[in-house]
């Protein structure tokens, strides 16, 4: 095997955890740093001999490190952080704002161009795998409807969106597809139906102490981009409950397709479906295998942002192009 790809990993949340697993079941890749923001010495990693560092510090890893995984928020901590990466490492993140994608791409376009490296942005599930199940679909079948439904599960980006409201201790929230809508979707039907139909939005929130409960609720339920546009339901609980029935973090989801072919409108209906144990290791490992691609594109020279539709699949797998011809075409 060739020189194993060095890969760093800035955050050790949820997410960061689950890419440290990941980089473990991959042999072409070690993991050669962890930065955070917190104090070092407070983390305990699971590699050992991997450095704990402080953010401050990445820049002298440049030489180091073939490609950054970048593990933080998208509400507040990428808009920051991926810029700043762009332009000095090769980057993968998992930005999930879909409303806002347009703008961090072209920011994180212009740092990656002026720094020579890559950056894959808004890898992930959702964005990411869904989305190539969106346009394979849509491009097979260009006369037809297609809906995304996630859940039921825990949403990490909701979850720490939530938890940035102020009087918020701690929070996690479920995303809930409606099963009426769902049966819509694959009947071949095309019905047309409204955000607010397709999902409900379930909040579990540990308030501070002397917070204002009805504030934090109308906080949470106005937020643009995550829960003005769903009807959401906000229970406030204790951080014993809280630990004791909401700790796990499954998730999972259905990319749905149906169009018509022929002239007589025959009906086809494309489904892609997603049932997770884990949402924060599961996108890790997506993470981890673009963080791959990456490399490989940086190493023929490639520049700039790309987003999952920019990414040959091959560059993806540990294996070579003829063994994937041999075995998986």
Known sequence: ??????????????????????IRRNPDMELTAVFTRR?????????????????????????????MILCGGSATDLPEMGPHFAGRFNTIDSFDTHAR???????????????GKVSIISVGWDPGMFSL?????????????????????????????????????NAIQYTVPIEKAMEAARSGSQPELSTREKHLRECYVVAEEGADKAEIE?????????FSDYDTTVHFISEEE??????????????????????????????YSLKLDSNPEFTA?????YARAAVRMAKGEDKGAKSVFDVAPALLSMESPEELRAHLL
């Open 39 to 67: 104090d070092p010495k407070s983390l305990r990693i699971a590699t050992q001999g991997v450095p704990v560092l402080h953010v401050d510090e990445a820049s002298s890893y440049q030489d180091q490190i073939d490609v």
């Open 242 to 271: 809280l630990k004791r029935d909401h700790s796990k973090m499954p998730h999972g989801g259905f990319v749905i397709r149906s169009g018509e072919t022929g002239q007589e409108g025959h009906k086809h209906v494309i489904e």
């Open 1 to 22: 095997m060739s020189e194993k790809m060095k890969v760093g990993i800035v955050g050790y949340g949820n997410l960061g955890r689950g890419v440290e697993q990941a």
């Open 218 to 226: 109308r906080t949470i339920k106005t937020m643009p981009n995550y």
């Open 101 to 115: 994608i347009p703008e961090y791409f072209a920011a994180m376009d212009a740092k990656a161009l002026e720094g």
């Open 285 to 289: 490992s997506v993470l981890v295998c």
């Open 133 to 169: 199940n969106r346009i394979y679909a849509q491009s097979i079948l260009p006369q037809g409807s297609t809906y995304t439904f996630w859940g039921r599960g825990v949403s990490q980006g909701h979850s720490d969106a939530l938890r940035r409201v102020p009087g918020v201790k």
